[in-house]
């Protein structure tokens, strides 16, 4: 397990991999992903996205080509990973509730979000962390988070 990519850091990135890293960058870190996938946002325009998926790190990094391939979005799905030396991998929304008010982030919002194949699916999102837990069964099963924006809706780049 990798040390230096552990730590979730909301508007920053995942320990020593930061938002707005080329996709050059982080493959010097990681390696080839074992996975690549291309979307397009909408089918009205051509606004396209590369997700990289490392099956290992239980980890999918997102490249999008209006931000010149950087990175804008990291998703984790295991317990291994951290925000402020707490693992919320499994936990039940009043697990996470009670911690995210125990670190003062008090704007969180809860919405189900059901699915075909996931009825129970459910979100928590903080807009001052730019990070949401995705529930399934009440559980978390994936973090999902990107960088910060500045005042004029541009983003706000760590490195």
């Not at 291994?80 to 008090?106: G, P, R």
């Amino acid at each position: 397990m990798r040390k230096d990519i552990i730590e979730i850091l909301p508007g920053t990135g995942l320990g020593i991999i930061k938002f707005g890293m080329e996709r050059n960058q982080v493959k010097m870190i990681l390696g080839e992903p074992d996975e690549k996938d291309v979307f397009f946002m909408t089918e009205s325009d051509d606004s396209e996205a590369e997700v990289w998926y490392y099956d290992e790190d239980c980890l999918s990094l997102s490249f999008d080509a209006a931000d010149n391939w950087r990175l804008v979005t990291i998703e984790i799905d295991h317990e291994k990973y951290t925000f402020q030396n707490t693992s919320f991998f499994n936990k039940n929304k009043l697990e996470v509730i009670t911690a995210l008010e125990e670190l003062n982030v008090l704007d969180f919002k809860h919405e189900p979000v059901p699915m075909e194949e996931a009825p129970n699916h459910e979100l928590i999102s903080s807009e001052s962390l730019g990070i949401n837990f995705w529930f399934d069964d009440d559980l978390v099963t994936e973090i999902q988070w990107g960088p910060f924006f500045n005042a004029d809706e541009s983003v706000k780049w760590p490195v």
